[in-house]
């Protein structure tokens, strides 16, 4: 068991109050979606969680089993078992996609009980063929010239070859197609279980048919406004914004949701 806590999470870019008081709290065996309309801080709530150097969190708190995650640089994060699947994944020339992965394994294990050549191929075959991916995009550099799609689906395969405590995936459905979605939904929930916990930003329900969440949160101008289970992100998709904003008094300052 483990346990990630966020409490009254205040985070500015530049002179910008973006997070206003997120508390969140997640364990493992659990997953969290969070939705809301565009520009209401979910990538700033990733990013703050992983360490992105931009995004100043000015007060509040992020504990991984009492840890303090905020005195924690971002490798530092990721070895303690933090990960995220980044909205928008960089591509890196000069670095395969096999030797990062590796890398990335290794550095959660202990010096010295580095994973084999052997197990680690042989684990990241069986995982790209649970993620239906192509032979060659393990020696192709990370993420160049991938498509929109193969991007996330990559994103997955780390998740699955670097067993994170906590994962963070940040519209991990955009951009996929009807199969690629079914595929990087079994791949996540593959991972479901004891030691793992999620927290899957969306604006669908389409991914959420596939992985039913636990807990679903709506986050509006900084804040989470509301929590409930699978049923509030089906009513989000029926029924938009709107009547949370109605039922909460919030004017509209945020720009509308994507088409
Ligand atoms: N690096 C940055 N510099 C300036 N403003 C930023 C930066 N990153 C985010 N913002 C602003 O912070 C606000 C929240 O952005 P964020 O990316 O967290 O939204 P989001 O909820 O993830 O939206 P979307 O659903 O469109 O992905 C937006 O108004 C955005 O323009
Ligand atoms: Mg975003």
Redesign the pocket.
């Known amino acids: 068991m483990a346990i990630l806590e966020i409490k009254d999470l205040h985070v500015r870019?530049?002179d910008?109050e973006?997070l206003k008081g997120v508390t969140l709290t997640i364990n493992t065996n659990e997953i969290h979606a969070i939705m809301?309309p565009?520009?209401?801080?979910?990538?700033?709530l990733a990013a703050a969680i992983m360490g992105h150097p931009?995004y100043e969190v000015t007060s509040g708190s992020i504990l991984l089993d009492g840890e303090d995650v905020l005195a924690m640089e971002v490798d530092e994060r990721a070895r303690a078992g933090l990960f995220l699947a980044m909205?928008y994944p960089s591509e890196i020339t000069g670095v395969t996609n096999a030797d990062f992965l590796r890398s990335g394994v290794n550095a959660r294990r202990e010096e010295g009980d580095e994973i084999s050549l052997m197990k680690f191929i042989r684990e990241m075959d069986s995982k790209m063929e649970v993620l239906e991916m192509e032979e060659d995009m393990a020696t192709r550099y990370l993420n160049e010239g991938f498509s929109g799609g193969e991007k996330k689906r990559n994103e997955i395969l780390q998740l699955m070859m670097l067993k994170p405590k906590f994962a963070v995936l940040d519209?991990i459905d955009s951009g996929l197609d009807i199969d690629a979605l079914k595929i990087v939904s079994k791949g996540i929930n593959q991972m479901r279980g004891e030691g793992f916990g999620c927290l899957i930003i969306t604006?669908y329900q389409r991914l959420l048919d596939y992985i039913t969440p636990d807990h679903v949160h709506i986050i509006m101008q900084g804040k989470i406004v509301k929590t409930g289970g699978p049923e509030l992100a089906k009513k989000l998709e029926e029924q938009g914004y709107d009547w949370i904003k109605e039922e909460l008094g919030i004017e509209d300052e945020t720009v509308g949701q994507e088409a």
């Open positions: 870019i530049e910008k973006i809301g565009n520009g209401t801080g979910k990538s700033t931009k909205q519209e604006h």
